[in-house]
């Protein structure tokens, strides 16, 4: 194995990847096992997450996907994905906090159900599967290779702005405290914990703004690079952050947005 290869390789490592049926987690899913992980993909639909493993273990890579059905939305699910996990594998090196929901509706009719229902999904959920999880984290960690984990921010959880959307953005800026919170509480048991920032990425959430090639080149637009956010992208920050690479980074809010955290609306002083 050269260097770079030993630098950047998953091999040998167990994931669980949450909402991994579609978009980013999928992304994610999709470049651990490419990179030699044993991937646990799990999300509401079984089937689906299934549908994804075959596909994913279909491209030939050094690692494998396995899918089944997990919900998080629930106390009794998580505690039943978390036992589900356990049944495949006795150690996790990395989670991925990736499943999430949102709810856009103007501000005068806001349901209260439905910031209680984003908030379950988007914080509470992560909180709760990474206890139960954290035994399993803690068998896999050690000085050299801290266990990861990864939870799924947002630039609408940096930059205020709601777009009809309020739960959901305040539900990523609770995940991105709660990255920096539990990156100092666990740095000791030698896990790290890091946030993805991402901003627009092709995935059923995002279908009605970037749903199209011509929605997406429109979006593109109005971003500093130019464009949306590609799987390459993710998978990048995935496999830096879960590597060898990446094994010194804890308490990180990662912006994946092509510029879109430092844009600003004020004009330049030289013109």
């Known amino acids: 194995m050269s260097y770079l290869e030993e630098l950047f390789s998953v091999t040998g490592k167990t994931a669980?990847?949450?909402g991994a049926a579609t978009g980013i987690g999928r992304m994610a899913a999709?470049?651990?096992a490419q990179a030699g992980a044993h991937v646990l993909i799990a999300s509401r639909k079984g089937d689906e997450c299934e549908r994804v493993a075959a596909e994913i273990n279909a491209r030939g890579g050094p690692g494998k996907a396995e899918g089944f059905a997990g919900d998080v939305s629930t106390e009794a699910g998580i505690l039943a994905l978390a036992g589900a996990v356990k049944e495949r594998t006795g150690k996790l090196n990395i989670l991925i906090n990736n499943a999430g929901i949102s709810w856009g509706e103007?501000?005068?009719t806001f349901?209260?159900?439905a910031w209680a229902k984003v908030m379950n999904v988007n914080v509470t959920a992560i909180f709760h599967l990474t206890r139960?999880?954290?035994p399993l984290l803690d068998t896999a960690a050690s000085d050299?290779?801290?266990a990861r984990v990864i939870n799924l921010g947002s630039i609408m959880g940096t930059q205020p702005f709601a777009d009809n959307a309020y739960s959901y953005t305040?539900?990523?800026a609770a995940v991105h405290h709660l990255t920096r919170t539990l990156a100092i509480e666990f740095a000791g048991r030698r896990i790290t914990v890091n946030a993805f920032a991402p901003g627009p990425f092709q995935s059923k959430m995002m279908a009605f703004a970037v749903g199209t090639d011509d929605k997406a080149k429109r979006m593109g637009?109005?971003?500093p690079l130019g464009r949306i956010g590609a799987p390459d992208d993710i998978a990048g920050a995935t496999l830096y952050l879960c590597s060898r690479a990446g094994r010194y980074v804890t308490g990180a809010i990662v912006p994946i947005d092509g510029g879109q955290s430092v844009q600003h609306g004020l004009p330049p002083f030289t013109q």
Do not use: C, G
């Open 30 to 32: 999709t470049a651990l």
């Open 111 to 113: 349901p209260y159900a």
């Open 221 to 223: 637009a109005n971003i």
């Open 144 to 146: 050299e290779d801290p």
């Open 106 to 108: 103007p501000f005068e």
């Open 132 to 134: 139960e999880l954290l």
């Open 170 to 172: 305040a539900s990523k």
């Open 16 to 18: 669980l990847v949450t």
